[in-house]
């Protein structure tokens, strides 16, 4: 598997720790940043992580902003994108196994790098489990695939 990860300013720690994690896992990865702690614009970064998820340079995508929030609106206007903004470990593993979610936002003024980490572990190694949620995920797809 291949991950891309950035964050904004506000991410910059967890960032670091999810990057620390997937290499102790070798999972291969690309690090958009961001590089500097002054402020920058959550878009600039959710966007390009989005887009190399959506055409499938590579499998998942991990964004972190101060909330998570801007990183996952954003993520999930880039069409195939199904970014979800989780803070607990039970949200990671379900939003894997029933949403087949590529994109995993997380906030740094909500959870610390510990719980992160954690959670990041679970969503990167928890498989789609199919079945009636993949009914459900193609319910989706469809949508998108026929709206503009
Ligand atoms: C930046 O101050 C903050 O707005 C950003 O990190 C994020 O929380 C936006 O959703």
New binding site residues.
Partial sequence: MKVAIAS????IIIRKEIISLMEDMNIDYIDLGCECDT?VD?PDYAIPVAEKVANGEVERGILI???????S?AANKVKGVRCALVHDTFSARATREHNDTNILAM???VIGPGLARDIAKVWLTTPFAGGRHATRVNKVKVYEMTHK
Avoid: L
């Fill in positions: 904004d300013h506000g991410g402020s959550y902003c101060g909330t998570g929030i801007g990183m609106i906030g740094e003024r």
